[in-house]
C-alpha cells in the first residue's frame, strides 16, 4: 500500500537519535511541535548519552516516545531501534532527523504530500540548510556513482538558496539527516545497515534502494537548519574522517567491485580526497592518524564501532 492511500492524513513517526547532545535534540523537539502535520509521532532515541539527555527529554517533552538504548548503537543501530518502534505504532511512514537541526513547520507535510505523487520513492528527503548562515545550502542532493569513490560535496553546497533550489528533483544518494521513508520502502529496501556504525549507512541504504528500481527525491518545499555533525565532533573532525574513510571504501566496494586496478585506483582516490581535506583542518595530526586507522580497519574487515573509542 502507497503512502497516501493508507489514510487520508498518513500517520508519520519522527525518529529524533540523540547522543550526548542534550541542548541540540531539546531544540530539535520544540521546533518539531510547531509542525502541522498530524497524526504525528515523535520518537526519541538515546543512545546511552551520559550528559542527561534521556531525563531531560522525558521531562520537559513527556509526550515523546522515548527509547533508551544501554550502549551506543551508532546512527545506523539506533535509527533501526527508532524504526521498530515506529513499527509498533503502526506509522504510515518513518522521518529520520538528526537531533542537531531545527525545522520549518511545512516540512513533514510537504515530503507527505510528494510522497503520495510519487509511489516509488523509496526516500523523501528535506532541503538542509545551515543553522548560520540559515539561507546557505548544506544538502539540496547528491551525487553518488560507487565506481568513482569520491564524488564531491552535496548539491548546492554552500550557495545561497534561490530559485534554482526549489524544484523536487531526484538524487543518487538520499542523506540520513532528514529523510522520509513509507512503510513499503522499509519492509523491500530493508533496515540501515549497523555494521556501519556511523556515516555512509544512508549511502549503502541508497544504492540498495536504487538497485531495486526505486526513486529518491529531494524536496525543496521541505526544510531544516542543520548543524552539521554535532553527535562527532562536527564536520571534518577526526571521528568523521575515520568512519568516512572507513565506510566509503567498504560500500563502494560492496556495490560496485572492479578489477584490481580499479580497485586500487578507487582506494586511493578516497583516501587521497580525504587526505586532502584533513590537511587543511586545525588538527590535522589527529585527523590524519584517524585516516591511517580507518584504512587499517578496512583492510583488516573491521567494522562496526571504532574499537580505539
Known sequence: MTLGQHSP????????????????????????????HEPLSVIVVDNASQDGSADAVAA????????????????AGGMNA???????????AVLLLNNDVEVDPAFVGAL????????????????????????????AGARFDPRKGYNGRHIGYGER???????VVETERACGAAMLIPRAAIDDVGLLDESLFAYAEDTDWSLRARGQGRS??????????????????????????????????????????LGPFGTWRRRTVIVLAITAQALRLPRRGESLRAIVAAWRDFRAGRLGRRRDR
Open 60 to 75: 520537559e517533552f513527556p509526550s515523546v516516545v522515548l527509547v533508551r538504548n544501554e550502549e551506543n548503537l551508532g546512527y
Open 112 to 139: 507527505v504530500d510528494q510522497a503520495a505523487r510519487r509511489p516509488d520513492a523509496a526516500a523523501l528527503c528535506s532541503k538542509i540548510l545551515l543553522a548560520d548562515p540559515p539561507n546557505v545550502i548544506w544538502y
Open 9 to 36: 492524513s498518513p500517520h508519520v513517526a519522527v525518529v529524533v537519535l540523540s547522543w550526548n547532545g542534550r541542548e541540540e535534540t531539546l531544540a530539535c523537539l520544540a521546533s518539531l511541535t510547531r509542525v502541522d
Open 82 to 92: 527508532g524504526i521498530h518502534a515506529a513499527g509498533k505504532r503502526d506509522a504510515d
Open 216 to 257: 529518491l527525491l529531494v524536496v525543496p518545499a521541505s526544510r531544516i537548519w542543520h548543524k552539521v555533525s554535532g553527535a562527532s565532533g562536527g564536520e571534518g573532525s577526526p571521528t568523521a574522517l575515520y568512519y568516512s574513510v572507513r565506510n566509503t571504501l567498504t560500500v563502494c566496494e560492496r556495490h560496485a567491485p
Open 161 to 167: 538558496d534561490s530559485e534554482r533550489f526549489q524544484a
